[in-house]
C-alpha cells in the first residue's frame, strides 16, 4: 500500500510542478494562437499515448 501511496505522492508533485511552470513560464514562450497550434496542442498528447500503447500492445506477446 505505500507503494502505491508513493507514486500518488510523485505524481501529484510532478503534477503541482508542471502546472507552475505553465502559469509562470508559460508566458515567456512566443506562440502563436493560430487554429494549426491549438490543435496540435490538443491532439498531441492523445496521439503520443495511442502510439505508446499501441506499441506496448504489439509487444504485449514477446516474453522478455
Same mark, same amino acid.
Given at each position: 500500500?505505500?507503494?502505491?501511496?508513493?507514486?500518488?505522492?510523485?505524481?501529484? &508533485?510532478?503534477?503541482? =510542478? #508542471?502546472?507552475?511552470?505553465?502559469?509562470? @513560464?508559460?508566458? %515567456?514562450?512566443?506562440?502563436?494562437?493560430?487554429?494549426?497550434?491549438?490543435?496540435?496542442? &490538443?491532439?498531441?498528447? =492523445? #496521439?503520443?499515448?495511442?502510439?505508446?500503447? @499501441?506499441?506496448? %500492445?504489439?509487444?504485449?506477446?514477446?516474453?522478455?
Amino acid at each position: 500500500m505505500g507503494n502505491q501511496a508513493g507514486f500518488i505522492f510523485k505524481v501529484l &508533485v510532478i503534477s503541482a =510542478a #508542471l502546472s507552475i511552470l505553465i502559469k509562470y @513560464g508559460g508566458g %515567456a514562450l512566443s506562440i502563436a494562437p493560430t487554429s494549426a497550434n491549438v490543435l496540435i496542442a &490538443v491532439f498531441l498528447p =492523445a #496521439l503520443i499515448m495511442a502510439g505508446v500503447l @499501441g506499441w506496448r %500492445a504489439w509487444q504485449g506477446g514477446q516474453v522478455h
